[in-house]
């Protein structure tokens, strides 16, 4: 387990790398070789990268994300860049999120209504 001062500084590492995700997709329909490089560059922080995380099965990326010491909230906003990343249908990563949204609902300690609406509506996009 991490101390205080560790965690605090990886809580606020995640939070940053989370951030430039979110601002990452949050780019024009079609992608340019940079902003797939950046959006690669910023998923190695988390061990990963577009590759592997086409690759890697839902259980694989939640039990990666588990390593990385992401909280619920974290998860969740992880789960957004991926939903944001499938809007286009350059990437199929709305299934990932759907799996990492039901994850938070069933093993975090509280009900949100705000996953559960999440999960509603990636059901949906996946019919």
Known sequence: MLNKGLRDEESTRIENTLRI???LTFVP???IFEDLSEIDGQLKNFGLSLET???SEPNEMITLLSRCHL???QKEQFADVLIFLSKENQFQFT???LALYE???TESATFSFGINTKITSAKV???
């Open 21 to 23: 995700l979110h601002s």
């Open 29 to 31: 329909k079609y992608w």
């Open 53 to 55: 995380l086409i690759e």
């Open 71 to 73: 909280d619920w909230n």
């Open 95 to 97: 299934a990932k999120a």
């Open 103 to 105: 994850h938070i609902q």
């Open 125 to 127: 996009k996946l019919q």
